[in-house]
C-alpha cells in the first residue's frame, strides 16, 4: 500500500509541474518521447537536433546543427500548432525535409508529446 501512495505522491508532482497542451498528458507523452530519443535529445544533438528552447525557436536555426535547405527556408517558428503539424508528417509539411518519420497519426498521443515538451525543453531562467 505504501508504494502506491508514493507512486501517486510522484505522478501528483509531475502532473503539477508538466501543463498540458489541448487535452495532453504530459506524463504520457514523456512515455512516447522515448522512441523519439532514437534521434533527439533535450539537451544534445544526435541524429536529429537538440529539443532545449524547441517552442518560439525558428527550424533550423541551431547554429551547430546541419539542417536541410528546406527547414532552414521554411520560416516555420516552433510553437503548439506547428509542431502538431509536423509530428504529422514531416515530409508533408516541409518537402525536403532530412527527418525520415512517418509521422504520429494519433491526436491524443501527438498533444501528449507536446504537453511534455512545452515543460521538458523550457530554456534555463
Not at 498540458?20 to 544526435?46: E, K, S
Not at 508528417?89 to 498521443?109: H, L, W
Request: glycine share 10%.
Amino acid at each position: 500500500m505504501r508504494h502506491g501512495i508514493v507512486g501517486a505522491a510522484v505522478a501528483m508532482c509531475v502532473t503539477a509541474v508538466l501543463p498540458a497542451f489541448a487535452g495532453g498528458d504530459a506524463q504520457r507523452g514523456q512515455l512516447a518521447y522515448t522512441q523519439c530519443q532514437i534521434c533527439h535529445q533535450i539537451d544534445r544533438n544526435v541524429i536529429g537536433p537538440r529539443h532545449r528552447g524547441l517552442f518560439g525557436r525558428k527550424a533550423g536555426s541551431l547554429p551547430d546543427y546541419n539542417y536541410s535547405t528546406a527547414l532552414k527556408n521554411s520560416g516555420i517558428v516552433w510553437d503548439a500548432q506547428t509542431l502538431d503539424q509536423w509530428l504529422q508528417g514531416p515530409a508533408k509539411m516541409v518537402p525536403g525535409t532530412k527527418m525520415v518519420f512517418a509521422g504520429v497519426a494519433d491526436p491524443q498521443e501527438r498533444a501528449d508529446l507536446i504537453a511534455y515538451l512545452q515543460a521538458a525543453t523550457k530554456l534555463p531562467p
